[in-house]
């Protein structure tokens, strides 16, 4: 009897329905324990009689066994594992133990979800996945990837889980309610029709609503009233009263089977053995319905069972048990032995941690991070030297880091102390300051990789330059002038091999720090040779800083490149957090050459993998993009509320590069909004020594633009000059074409005219579509201005055709408008086919229209075949093509091919 439970049984079915109709989705159940979350997954699986459905139970014991979760839901489909793509299928089976190998978490969890829809082509899938609490997190993380995926695959998965607020956050989850008085009423009539009132009302009070409390144990719940327990505590001391009832010789086995992380009644009898017992001891706890005995394995009737035994027992029995598990197990169990002999040590011992320190490795090449860093942990107790238990801790850190576990590897590197290594103080302050990255904090990053760097310094020079790299890029996003002369002047003194990758590190750590000096022209050195060298690198990071020295100094079409090969790279390696950062700066580089939609896609693209990996720092930075292309598409609301996201995480974590790109984006909307005074205020600050270096030149357009519409030219008479030097120091195309433009609107009218047209000769030479409709316009609006109509016509047509191309109609409408007062109206242009894609389809239509087959892009894009394939119908039909060759004829080619 399910009572009180319509709204959960509404949402159940409906994504029952959505599998059915093909789709996909995933839903939590959130509640206490005991509150009915099995029972539900019950109706689940009774109305999923059309389905292929697969279930696994979270069990504590089990939790720290990488992928004992994963193992148990898809062992029996792992055939399927044939259809996958070769590294999928082989990260699955290196996971799961069944092959040898290397993987990653991030390729697991695609493998998972590919696995899931392979085999729904046959039937619709149902996952229900009970207890998700106790999933270890390898397998915890593999599912949760493949849910958020789930689009068009006809899988469903209904996680149950209680006491883990975090856990799926971003899914769509239901709380699973205490039933109401009068339901609890009706279930314990119906279960205990014996009672009378008074004992219900003892039950009824004890019981606050939970359904299993109502079921179990109306007669001794009722002794528990008036008690500070939760309804749960209540239900295990409950259970506790039923196992002091069983014969002693039953209680100690179902310690050991408490103790064991599988219920393999065999390895549970040869325990029992040891210790003297008999394995048909369990058969009164069997008859009382504490266990259930079948096919060979013994389980408990509810997991609270479990803990009920376990934690009762005093330590010293839960040692002699897990002593005598492990001495059951062979050599191919190496890694359980491990585990369960220091569930049994008393003290430090060097050998039980090395043998577990080993387990760790075995654990990590199966992508077993988790529980790799448990076991480290674990290693680490049990070091009797501090410099073996801070080095074990220190790498448990590491190892929960790449699990995406941050605030456990933080509490690990707060454990590791005292170290008397330089090279083990080194790598925890590097560790520090990536998380410290991670978690959008620039500031604190700079200072501990910078002292990372200078602890390698005299004995470690090459890895000391690798770290100061880091620092210095960390110190760029914080506008750290400080410590980027600090790392450079550290630097210059280092000696070691000149690489060509340590020639390039220098001469970026070198650019930077001079960019904030006031004589900043002393930068376009060591920056174009940055962007030369570029050729000999290949590692994502360093292409995506080659393509940063690129465009700082205006070389906007090197920039890109370099970006698209840094995006390009991170995904060939599946290495997320540099995949990340290379679609921001890639998105970055699109919007400068004008590309909005190619911009948006891979900024969308970045942002939802940022707050995936909780990187709230990259995060606002893509929010700010964003912010600034919603301006030029006049999606004004959206605009206002993505610089708001970013500025409410830029500020107060010292991001002053995204507090830069932010301010711009509000600014360009100012304008668009026809207040240019406002726009002026916003952006005079960044154009000052105490403004971000990157933005100090990149903002000029718009001042002088903003400063001239507001009828204050004068405001943007300096930082046009500083932006005129710049120029002239690395005559990059775009910003040389730009300042031309600059130079026109602030002249004088009979000389604005040949600043233009050598404005427009330029642009001509570097082919940014958007930058060249800007001069359109501007130079229409003079001409107009000027009474020269027909002239203006010309120049006018072209920025409106130019705007509408690229998909920024607040500034097509604003030179219709000026066409319109010359006494021409233009011809409406039918809408983009392009602009009617969504970001993921566009993303998708350019990896497709690039001869990339579904497997392919599904692999890049984190995503299933089948998600690609209804995707690309909803593109085909969209653009009225039949074929994926049809897409390299469409109004694509803008965003496709390489700019110039």
């Known amino acids: 009897m399910l009572l009180g439970r319509r709204a959960e049984f509404d949402a159940i079915d409906g994504l029952l329905d959505d599998v059915r109709a093909g789709h996909g989705g995933a839903l939590v159940l959130r509640g206490e324990a005991g509150v009915g979350k099995s029972s539900l997954l019950g109706y689940a699986r009774d109305h999923a009689a059309d389905m292929r459905v697969l279930k696994v139970l979270g069990i504590e014991s089990e939790s720290e066994l990488p992928f004992a979760a994963l193992h148990q839901l898809l062992l029996p489909c792992l055939k399927s594992t044939e259809q996958l793509p070769t590294a999928q299928a082989g990260a699955i089976r290196a996971a799961l133990g069944i092959s040898d190998g290397h993987s990653d978490r991030f390729l697991v969890g695609l493998g998972t979800l590919g696995l899931l829809s392979e085999i729904a082509s046959e039937k619709p899938v149902l996952c229900l996945v009970d207890d998700s609490q106790w999933l270890d997190r390898e397998s915890a993380g593999a599912l949760l990837f493949a849910a958020r995926r789930l689009v068009a695959e006809g899988v469903g998965i209904l996680f149950a889980t209680r006491d883990s607020p975090d856990f799926g956050s971003d899914l ?144 010293s029995e839960r040692r002699r048990v897990h002593e005598a598990l492990a001495t059951t197990l062979d050599d191919e169990q190496e890694d359980r032995r491990a585990w369960h002999r220091a569930a049994a040590a008393l003290g430090p011992d060097e050998n039980l941690a090395a043998e577990l320190e080993r387990a760790a490795v075995r654990a990590s090449r199966r992508t077993g991070l988790g529980a790799a860093s448990v076991a480290l942990e674990r290693a680490a107790s049990l070091s009797p030297r501090e410099d073996a238990r801070a080095r074990r801790l220190v790498a448990a850190a590491e190892a929960a880091w790449q699990a995406g576990d941050v605030r456990r590897s933080q509490e690990l590197l707060g454990q590791a102390h005292p170290l008397d290594d330089p090279l083990l103080r080194a790598e925890r302050a590097r560790l520090q300051g990536v998380i410290s990255a991670q978690a959008g904090r620039p500031g604190d990053a700079t200072l501990l990789l910078t002292d990372a760097a200078s602890e390698l310094a005299a004995i470690f020079p090459q890895r000391s330059l690798q770290l100061a790299a880091l620092a210095a890029e960390t110190a760029w996003f914080a506008g750290d002038s400080t410590n980027l002369s600090r790392l450079a002047d550290m630097v210059m003194s280092l000696e070691g091999e000149g690489t060509e990758e340590s020639r390039f590190e220098l001469a970026y750590i070198e650019g930077l720090s001079a960019l904030f000096r006031p004589e900043a022209h002393h930068a376009f050195g060591p920056l174009s040779e940055a962007t030369g060298s570029s ?366």
């Not at 010789?249 to 053995?273: D, F, P, S």
């Not at 959206?638 to 010292?654: D, K």
């Not at 690395?730 to 300042?739: E, S």
């Open 172 to 315: 769509s989850s239901i709380w699973i309610a205490p039933l109401s008085e009068s339901d609890a009423r009706v279930l314990l009539a119906d279960r205990h029709p014996g009672l009378d009132s008074a004992a219900q009302d003892r039950v009824i009070e004890t019981a606050a609503g939970n359904p299993l409390a109502l079921i179990e144990f109306p007669a001794r719940l009722g002794t528990f009233a008036g008690s500070p327990d939760s309804a749960a505590s209540a239900i295990e001391r409950a259970y506790l009263h039923r196992l002091s009832d069983l014969p002693p010789q039953t209680r100690k086995v179902l310690l050991i089977a408490a103790g064991a992380e599988t219920g393999e009644l065999a390895w549970i009898a040869r325990a029992a053995a040891l210790l003297g017992l008999e394995i048909n001891a369990v058969a009164p706890a069997e008859e009382a319905e504490v266990i259930t005995v079948d096919a060979g394995t013994l389980r408990f009737r509810h997991p609270l069972i479990r803990s009920a035994v376990y934690t009762s027992a005093p330590s």
């Open 535 to 900: 050729s000999a690198i290949s590692e994502s990071r360093m292409l995506s800083w080659a393509g940063d020295c690129a465009d700082l100094i205006g070389d906007a079409v090197r920039a890109y490149e370099l970006h698209a090969q840094a995006v390009a790279r991170a995904r060939e390696e599946r290495a997320i957090g540099d995949l990340v950062h290379g679609l921001y700066v890639l998105a970055r580089s699109e919007l400068e050459l004008g590309r909005l939609s190619a911009a948006t896609a891979d900024a969308t693209e970045g942002l939802q993998l940022g707050r995936e990996m909780h990187e709230p720092g990259v995060a606002a930075h893509l929010a700010a993009v964003l912010a600034r292309i919603s301006a030029l598409r006049g999606e004004l609301e959206a605009s206002r509320v993505l610089a708001a996201e970013a500025l409410e995480q830029a500020i107060p974590n010292g991001l002053s590069l995204a507090t830069s790109e932010a301010s711009l984006g509000l600014a360009e909307l100012d304008l668009a909004l026809g207040n240019p005074a406002d726009a002026l205020e916003r952006l005079e600050p960044l154009t000052t020594l105490s403004g971000h270096p990157a933005y100090r030149v990149k903002v000029v357009p718009t001042i002088v633009e903003a400063a001239v519409r507001a009828g204050q030219p004068a405001r943007a008479t300096e930082p046009f000059a500083a932006a005129a030097a710049w120029a002239e120091h690395t005559k990059g195309p775009k910003l040389v074409a730009q300042v031309a433009r600059c130079r026109a609107l602030l002249a004088r009218p009979q000389s604005a005219e040949g600043d233009f047209e050598e404005a427009l000769r330029l642009h001509a030479e570097c082919r940014i579509p958007l930058d060249l409709a800007r001069t359109e316009l501007s130079y229409g609006e003079f001409l107009r201005r000027a009474k020269r109509r027909r002239e203006a016509r010309t120049h006018l047509r072209m920025a409106v055709e130019l705007f509408e191309a690229v998909g920024a109609p607040v500034l097509a409408n604003r030179a219709a408008a000026e066409l319109r007062a010359t006494g021409e109206t233009a011809r409406r242009r039918d809408p983009s086919t392009r602009e009617d894609l969504t970001p993921q389809e566009l993303q998708i239509a350019r990896l497709v229209a690039g001869g990339a087959s579904n497997r392919d892009v599904a692999a890049q894009l984190f995503l299933s075949p089948k998600t690609i394939e209804y995707h690309l119908r909803k593109v085909f039909q969209k653009l009225g093509i039949a074929a994926r060759t049809d897409l390299s004829r469409i109004e694509l080619e803008e965003d496709l091919a390489a700019p110039g």
